[in-house]
């Protein structure tokens, strides 16, 4: 074989080894020297040959039919976004995944206008989950939401983020699974290497995270925070994508009409709009 990454078999591997014959509803019988399926049951379940399916894991095979693949994706309980995932690995072979320079990530200034006039806290987000782009209100909300940061380097590396988040091990699976789908099968990309080796060495939760292969599609869902100005505050964070600049996502946090929350984010908003002393200082000089 060649130097190309196994990106179909790892990802068959990683699953299986996910799932317990409990899960799958067979026997385990025997010693099990690992808790997920064994190889030759994966390919029992998915009615393809042992043989077969040993060629996919090691790379030997990397053309399996769609069919295949469902059925495999169907063995390993995978869900839509991860199915559509290993899909995707197995049609962006090694002939078709050529090194593309890759373009800079720019934000169209007309999101940067929306985003100034946003009344809630947004921020834009590229492939790898850099800060492109973010208005004042989403540094109130953060002070790390800023242009030039990058989100998984702070919420698996800088303490004052990690606690901004109770649900801090659900948010950084969310955070993993949504930066895997989104590389999809760019991972030559030195900034992906140069990204991913920092937080491997850096964060055992990261690296454990990276190693089960989770994917989902970087969308909505409810966080908590605990603010250390507001305390508690339960916002919707929506992420659109950006028509214009592919890989570019545009993230929104709102509060339900007449919570708490609502009156929360208008007391953060003001403490945004109201300079400091230092700034008031200069505005004088």
């Known amino acids: 074989m060649t130097g190309e990454p196994n990106l179909l078999g790892d990802h068959l591997r990683a699953r299986r080894e996910l799932l317990t014959p409990q899960q799958a509803g067979i026997p385990a ?12 049951e994966v390919a029992m379940l998915a009615g393809i040959s042992a043989d077969y399916y040993l060629r996919l894991e090691q790379g030997r095979d990397r053309n399996p039919s769609r069919q295949v693949l469902e059925s495999l994706a169907r063995v390993l309980q995978l869900d839509d976004d991860t199915t559509a995932y290993l899909i995707g690995l197995a049609e ?15 934000v169209p200034p007309s999101i940067v206008k929306f985003l100034a006039a946003l ?29 030039g940061a990058n989100r998984l380097r702070d919420v698996f590396l800088d303490p004052a983020e990690r606690a901004l988040f109770p649900d801090w091990d659900r948010a950084t699976q969310g955070l993993v699974a949504g930066f895997r789908q989104s590389v999809g099968t760019e991972t030559d990309d030195p900034r992906f290497i140069e990204l991913v080796g920092e937080l491997s060495l850096a964060s055992p ?16 869902a409810t966080v908590r925070f605990d603010h250390p100005l507001v305390g508690e505050l339960v916002l919707n964070r929506e992420k ?12 929104v946090y709102h ?10 984010l208008a007391l953060l908003g003001s403490a945004a709009a109201t300079p400091t002393r230092s700034e008031q200082k200069e505005n004088h000089a």
Do not use: C, I, M, Q
């Open 119 to 147: 009344s809630l806290p947004a921020f834009v987000e590229g492939r790898y989950l850099d800060v492109l782009a973010a208005n004042p209100l989403a540094a109130a909300l953060s002070p790390r939401l800023v242009a």
């Open 205 to 220: 939760r990261f690296r454990a995270l990276w190693a089960r292969h989770d994917v989902a599609n970087r969308r909505g």
């Open 92 to 106: 962006a072979g090694p002939a078709r995944r050529r090194r593309r320079r890759r373009r800079k990530e720019t």
């Open 29 to 40: 019988a025997g010693l099990r020297r690992v808790p997920g399926l064994r190889r030759e």
């Open 240 to 251: 659109l994508v950006v028509s214009e600049a592919p890989g570019l996502v545009l993230a």
């Open 255 to 264: 509060p339900d009409p007449g919570t708490d929350a609502a009156d929360k």
